[in-house]
């Protein structure tokens, strides 16, 4: 296939890059105007790609583009079998900020596709867990859509967008939960935390969570551009194992070789840090690691999903276990200087 990847320069982009190259698929990575060029080898820090190799890998062409602007998307998605739409807004202080590009954005690409990809065979879309919304027991696809902040609410209209189109494109969803491995920037924050010593916790019930290795979405993503039983429909992709955030650092611990304490925050203590954080980062002009979003992810009663039917109608199934997944992370946040 000939497959688009916007987002391309991203942690699940990249991932997703290097397994299609592994497979022999001709890329066309999609990032934005200015940014800089990614690192899309063969090949993450420290960890070989799936049946890949430098010099066997199919090569990939590098397109600029930005979802927020018709005028660039005609080139990238022209003579594409197969269109990944993995470029989104994960950080920002507004809500409009978040619709403008995750839902709109979506809503653009999917009118260039229309316009300029006659032949394509499925548009995948990369949602999100956050769509759904929180849930202690798990998520099934077919509950309605219930997101409790901004960022969920902009992945929420993005599917609906996308489905919306179900009559005129062959369109899918991927609804991973949250994604541990290599590269991953968003657990970075946990990580920096933890080897300092200290493990942070929410007083009250254990709040259960989901997860998946990047790998395994990468390939995830795959079976939903491949398989005909993924048109029209929703799927979550996460490993059967759940875990707890505090559980999930007590592996990062684990992996690092530290010895922490746990710290347990009040959830005013934690919503306000939060909003007080995005104040700071409009004043600033950066996006903080920590913000609003992420305070009210954590305080939900619990991120966890069913994995039932990718599992019966794909054939899905997340290989890698959390404790393997962080210390492949941790190995590679060493190797890069970001620990």
Known sequence: MRALVTGAGGFLGSWLVRRLRAEGHAVRAMVRPGAAEPGL????????????????????DVVRGDVTNPDSLPAAVAGCDVVFHLAGLR??????EFLRVNAEGTRTLLEACLTHAPGLSRFVLAGSLAAAGPSATGRREEEPLAPVEWYGE?????????????ARLPVTVARPPRITGPGDRDNLFFFRI????????????PRPLSFVDVEDCARGFLLLAQRPEAVGQAFFLAHRERTTLEGLQEEVAHALGVRTRTVRVPPWLLRGAGSAADVASRALGRRLPFNRKL???VLAPGWTCDTEKASRRLGFQARTSLAESIERSARSYREQGWL
């Open 154 to 166: 902009s992945k929420a209209e993005a599917e609906r967008i996308t489905l919306g189109y179900a």
């Open 194 to 205: 933890v080897a300092r010593g200290v493990i942070v916790g929410v007083t009250g019930a």
């Open 41 to 60: 080898g063969a090949e993450a820090p420290g960890v070989a790609a799936a049946g890949a190799s430098s010099s066997g890998a199919a090569s990939v």
């Open 91 to 96: 950080r920002a202080t507004r809500r409009q």
């Open 295 to 297: 305070s009210e992810q």
